[in-house]
């Protein structure tokens, strides 16, 4: 199975701070790499897609890089909506797989 | 409205067995690939199965392939996930999910969820 591996697993960041996220996988996975945001007790929420694309309705300050097996996703100024829990997921093997999660949190 | 609505959690005996059910409306169902992703107490997502839009094709996580069969009826607009040989590590809520259309492979709606808790 492929890996992922998210840092930090949880950081501390203030409104209006640019915050960045960092996936790698174990291996190759092309631009198949999408990004979800989860609050606590609501199910995950789609945010960035095929690595770079931004899904219908969701905020312009979110957005997604990489390509292979190093990933970003950069918050470029954090609004009070957006402290939850991150995910990254990879689609490129026929079994797919999500990161650990990284927790962003009120500073 | 796009909506996906589960159901059939419950508290249930190891060893058992579970059925969940999740119920599709607001899009064409048939058109979709569809998935079961769970999340463990306070723990992270885990893709569990998926199945094409015409049923023809499914796939399984390791940790639940010989166990678990997801199926769809889609003249009822329904997915399916029939959970065998339940362990006490399967407690999790399971959200059912569908797929963006095309080749672009993610969930773009989620249910909310249902509990299932595998205890004696």
């Known amino acids: 199975d492929i890996q992922m591996t998210q840092s930090p697993s949880s950081l501390s960041a203030s409104v209006g701070d640019r915050v960045t996220i960092t996936c790698r996988a174990s291996?190759?996975?092309?631009?198949?790499l999408n990004w979800y945001q989860q609050k606590p007790g609501k199910a995950p929420n789609l945010l960035i897609y095929s690595a770079s694309t931004l899904q219908s309705g969701v905020p312009s300050r979110f957005s997604g890089s990489g390509f292979g097996t190093d990933f970003t996703l950069t918050i470029s100024s954090l609004q009070p909506e957006d402290f939850a829990t991150y995910y990254c997921?990879?689609?490129?093997?026929?079994?797919?797989?999500f990161g650990q999660g990284t927790k962003v949190e009120i500073k | 409205e796009v909506q996906l609505v589960e159901s059939g959690g419950g508290l249930v005996q190891p060893g058992g067995s579970l059925r969940l059910p999740c119920a599709a409306s607001?899009?064409?169902?048939?058109?979709?690939?569809m998935s079961w992703v769970r999340q463990a107490p306070g723990k992270g997502l885990e893709w569990v199965s998926r199945i094409t839009g015409s049923g023809g094709s499914r796939y399984y996580a390791d940790s639940v392939k010989g166990r678990f069969t997801i199926s769809r009826d889609n003249s009822k607009n329904t997915l399916f996930l029939q959970m065998n040989s339940l362990r006490p590590d399967d407690t999790a809520v399971y959200y059912c999910?569908?797929?963006?259309?095309?080749?672009?492979?993610?969930?773009?709606?989620w249910g909310q969820g249902t509990l299932v808790t595998v205890s004696s």
């Open positions: 291996q190759s996975i092309s631009s198949y």
């Open positions: 997921q990879q689609t490129y093997s026929i079994l797919w797989t």
């Open positions: 999910a569908k797929h963006l259309p095309g080749s672009a492979a993610a969930f773009d709606m």
């Open positions: 607001g899009f064409r169902f048939s058109s979709f690939d």
